[in-house]
């Protein structure tokens, strides 16, 4: 069964703000990564999906329901993570998850049951009793996640779920929403600012900029090799691009202190680098076969990268 | 199936599986009146320690101890002492109503505005006109618990103080009626008025601030009103006040003497303070359900 899609989605709230433009998408079931810069739209997309909002244009289906006509039933089934804070303080995450899994029609002592079993799953088993103005960060976004999987959903929307957490935990949800989407068969869709934790976790991805879908596809062909060697080398990198350019090898400087060589059907390249490295007797420390980086998808768009904001520029270093 | 150990702050969990849940799905009406449930524990504070429910427990002893009392006099003083009767025992203790508004509404409707678990719920089986009433119905419940109890308690005063249990009771059931439906219309008016000023801000200091002061204002805007204006709008002055209203109404359906009435008089109808009453619960209720509509997303 088609997981998702949309046509001709468009929102526009009433202040005038266009959210997203004429978007069209055919998901099937996996674990899918949207991307975007802060702002481009992916809340705003989380939320019809949901029912909460009502497109000004276009239609959506969700698990082959309209989450505009049959909110509730789309709701049922799936789970949602907000990306803001949103739990209370002074109560147990034992009680506050069963209270929601009753909120989506499950039974007193079915919802009790799953509430701790869910909290286990996310490894809060022991301190399930505790109220939650005790815990971490990364103990609350856990709880976020086990009160969207509670009532057992087809579905879970994901919004920012790594936002906020420090590096251990950022890898401890990535590895739960990774088994989620892989153990339990739930699909998953998961919002981020940061394509790394998407490439990590997802196999699929959308990218949304300024409302408009910019691609839909499988990963990896976001991911794919690439016809460019990286070569980098301790000193001289003038010399062994001079070298090589006599050679007949165009090499281009990659603006980070290495060179980007085009390598050619046969191979050849590889062979001209080991040896103009040997015969100018230069260190070479790099010789590597490039992958194409998610980043260059929002690059291509239109010249200038729109969206190489704070979050993308932060994923390079990472 | 595989055992993965899952490594945790607390240590390593062995992680038994998943397990999917192919129980009964209740939908709609469950859910909400499950928070309907979950909001009448929440305004006595239930279960969250005697701390927390001592604001309430006190409140709702200061509402009925003064029925309890009148009870006992009319049992000891043969009916002699009256301080307290059916149509003015709303007004003597309206204070306590107020601050016991004042004290819960915003426990059902800021807190989750403030911790946005707001839409938590409206992802969920529910639609968001099912949140508000099962909010405001639980507020409305908790009063009429308030205000049918000291009722039902005088009721009981007048017919145990009686030898004939039977007889008393048949002489007396004729209040029973007016009882509900004073109480009924106290709890409305009040529980929609306060839910919907709470449900305005986030932060519960100033929501409870805003409708004690509400029903402060409310009073003396309605009585400066009452003392300065001439002609025939006078008598419509007084139903800016909703203690004013409910007063009347209590009046009203208990057949007080208009004589001797506050409320009723000469060419005052009954009637009006039953229509002030709904039309207070009708904008209370439509003035919530906007302001639902305006958050959570």
Same mark, same amino acid.
């Given at each position: 069964?088609?997981? =998702?899609?949309?046509?001709?989605?468009?929102?526009?709230?009433?202040?005038?703000?266009?959210?997203?433009?004429?978007?069209?998408?055919?998901?099937?079931?996996?674990?899918?990564? #949207?991307?975007?810069?802060?702002?481009?739209?992916?809340?705003?997309?989380?939320?019809?999906?949901?029912?909460?909002?009502?497109?000004?244009?276009?239609?959506?289906?969700?698990?082959?329901?309209?989450?505009?006509?049959?909110?509730?039933?789309?709701?049922?089934?799936?789970?949602?993570?907000?990306?803001?804070?949103?739990?209370?303080?002074?109560?147990?995450?034992? /009680?506050?998850?069963?209270?929601?899994?009753?909120?989506?029609?499950?039974? +007193?002592?079915?919802?009790?049951?799953?509430?701790?079993?869910?909290?286990?799953?996310?490894?809060?088993?022991?301190?399930?009793?505790?109220?939650?103005?005790?815990?971490?960060?990364?103990?609350?976004?856990?709880?976020?996640?086990?009160?969207?999987?509670?009532?057992?959903?087809?579905?879970?929307?994901?919004?920012?779920?790594?936002?906020?957490?420090?590096?251990?935990?950022?890898?401890?949800?990535?590895?739960? !929403?990774?088994?989620?989407?892989?153990?339990?068969?739930?699909?998953?869709?998961?919002?981020?600012?940061?394509?790394?934790?998407?490439?990590?976790?997802?196999?699929?991805?959308?990218?949304?900029?300024?409302?408009?879908? *910019?691609?839909?596809?499988?990963?990896?062909?976001?991911?794919?090799?690439?016809?460019?060697?990286?070569?980098?080398?301790?000193?001289?990198?003038?010399?062994?691009?001079?070298?090589?350019?006599?050679?007949?090898?165009?090499?281009?400087?990659?603006?980070?202190?290495? =060179?980007?060589?085009?390598?050619?059907?046969?191979?050849?390249?590889?062979?001209?680098?080991?040896?103009?490295?040997?015969?100018?007797?230069?260190?070479?420390?790099?010789?590597?076969?490039?992958?194409? +980086?998610?980043?260059?998808?929002?690059?291509?768009?239109?010249?200038?990268?729109?969206?190489?904001?704070?979050?993308?520029?932060?994923?390079?270093?990472? | 199936? &595989?055992?993965?150990?899952?490594?945790?702050?607390?240590?390593?969990?062995?992680? !038994?599986?998943?397990?999917?849940?192919?129980?009964?799905?209740?939908?709609?009406?469950?859910?909400?009146?499950?928070?309907?449930?979950?909001?009448?524990?929440?305004?006595?504070?239930?279960?969250?320690?005697?701390?927390?429910?001592?604001?309430?427990?006190?409140?709702?002893?200061?509402?009925?101890?003064?029925?309890?009392?009148?009870?006992?006099?009319?049992?000891?003083?043969?009916?002699?002492?009256?301080?307290?009767?059916?149509?003015?025992?709303?007004?003597?203790?309206?204070? *306590?109503?107020?601050?016991?508004?004042?004290?819960?509404?915003?426990?059902?409707?800021?807190?989750?505005?403030?911790?946005?678990? =707001?839409?938590?719920?409206?992802?969920?089986?529910?639609?968001?006109?099912?949140?508000? =009433?099962?909010?405001?119905?639980?507020?409305?419940?908790?009063?009429? !618990?308030?205000?049918?109890?000291?009722?039902?308690?005088?009721?009981?005063?007048?017919?145990?103080?009686?030898?004939? #249990?039977?007889?008393?009771?048949?002489?007396?059931?004729?209040?029973?009626? $007016?009882?509900?439906?004073?109480?009924?219309?106290?709890?409305?008016?009040?529980?929609?008025?306060?839910?919907? !000023?709470?449900?305005?801000?986030?932060?519960?200091?100033?929501?409870?601030?805003?409708?004690?002061?509400?029903?402060?204002?409310?009073?003396?805007?309605?009585?400066?009103?009452? /003392?300065?204006?001439?002609?025939?709008? *006078?008598?419509?002055?007084? #139903?800016?006040?909703?203690?004013?209203?409910?007063?009347?109404?209590?009046?009203?359906?208990?057949? &007080?003497?208009?004589?001797?009435?506050?409320?009723?008089? $000469?060419?005052?109808?009954?009637?009006?303070?039953?229509?002030?009453?709904? *039309?207070?619960?009708?904008?209370?209720?439509?003035?919530?359900?906007?302001?639902?509509?305006?958050?959570? &997303?």
């Amino acid at each position: 069964m088609q997981l =998702l899609s949309a046509e001709q989605l468009t929102m526009r709230y009433p202040g005038g703000v266009l959210a997203l433009q004429d978007l069209d998408l055919e998901l099937e079931p996996g674990l899918i990564g #949207l991307v975007g810069a802060n702002g481009a739209g992916k809340s705003t997309l989380i939320k019809i999906l949901l029912g909460l909002l009502r497109p000004t244009g276009g239609s959506s289906r969700v698990l082959g329901l309209d989450p505009s006509t049959q909110p509730i039933e789309v709701r049922q089934r799936i789970g949602y993570l907000p990306e803001h804070d949103c739990l209370p303080t002074d109560v147990s995450a034992a /009680d506050f998850i069963t209270h929601m899994a009753r909120m989506s029609g499950l039974p +007193q002592a079915s919802a009790r049951e799953r509430a701790a079993e869910m909290l286990r799953h996310v490894g809060l088993y022991e301190a399930r009793y505790r109220t939650m103005d005790g815990y971490s960060t990364g103990m609350k976004q856990r709880v976020k996640l086990a009160q969207a999987l509670v009532h057992d959903p087809q579905l879970l929307l994901l919004d920012e779920p790594t936002n906020g957490l420090d590096p251990a935990g950022r890898d401890q949800m990535l590895e739960l !929403i990774r088994r989620t989407g892989r153990q339990f068969g739930i699909s998953v869709l998961v919002s981020s600012h940061l394509l790394g934790e998407i490439e990590r976790v997802c196999d699929h991805l959308i990218a949304i900029d300024g409302g408009r879908l *910019v691609r839909s596809a499988a990963i990896g062909i976001f991911t794919a090799q690439t016809a460019v060697l990286a070569v980098q080398v301790d000193h001289g990198l003038d010399e062994l691009r001079g070298w090589l350019d006599r050679a007949g090898l165009a090499a281009e400087d990659d603006g980070r202190g290495g =060179l980007l060589v085009p390598l050619e059907a046969d191979g050849r390249a590889y062979d001209l680098v080991r040896d103009g490295a040997f015969e100018l007797e230069l260190p070479l420390v790099r010789l590597q076969r490039t992958r194409r +980086q998610l980043q260059d998808l929002f690059r291509a768009v239109d010249g200038e990268p729109p969206v190489a904001s704070a979050g993308f520029v932060a994923q390079e270093d990472a | 199936m &595989t055992l993965e150990p899952a490594r945790t702050e607390t240590g390593t969990i062995y992680d !038994i599986g998943y397990q999917h849940y192919d129980g009964p799905r209740l939908g709609r009406g469950y859910a909400v009146s499950s928070l309907f449930g979950h909001g009448l524990m929440a305004v006595f504070a239930l279960g969250r320690g005697l701390k927390a429910s001592l604001i309430p427990l006190v409140l709702a002893a200061a509402a009925i101890l003064p029925a309890a009392f009148q009870a006992l006099a009319t049992a000891y003083t043969d009916g002699q002492v009256e301080l307290f009767t059916y149509s003015n025992y709303f007004i003597n203790v309206s204070m *306590v109503f107020a601050f016991f508004c004042a004290a819960r509404a915003p426990e059902l409707m800021s807190t989750d505005q403030r911790t946005k678990a =707001l839409v938590l719920y409206l992802a969920r089986a529910l639609h968001r006109e099912d949140y508000v =009433l099962a909010k405001v119905l639980a507020l409305v419940a908790s009063v009429l !618990i308030l205000t049918a109890t000291p009722l039902l308690i005088l009721f009981a005063g007048h017919v145990l103080a009686s030898t004939d #249990l039977w007889a008393a009771f048949l002489a007396e059931s004729h209040e029973l009626l $007016p009882i509900f439906l004073s109480s009924s219309m106290m709890a409305l008016v009040l529980g929609t008025l306060a839910c919907a !000023i709470a449900s305005f801000t986030p932060r519960r200091s100033l929501a409870a601030a805003a409708v004690l002061g509400y029903f402060m204002l409310s009073r003396g805007i309605s009585e400066i009103l009452t /003392d300065s204006i001439r002609g025939m709008w *006078v008598v419509w002055m007084d #139903l800016l006040d909703p203690f004013d209203v409910l007063g009347g109404f209590a009046d009203w359906v208990f057949g &007080t003497d208009p004589a001797i009435s506050q409320y009723l008089g $000469p060419g005052v109808s009954g009637v009006r303070f039953a229509v002030a009453g709904l *039309v207070y619960v009708v904008l209370a209720t439509a003035a919530l359900l906007l302001r639902y509509k305006k958050i959570g &997303t």
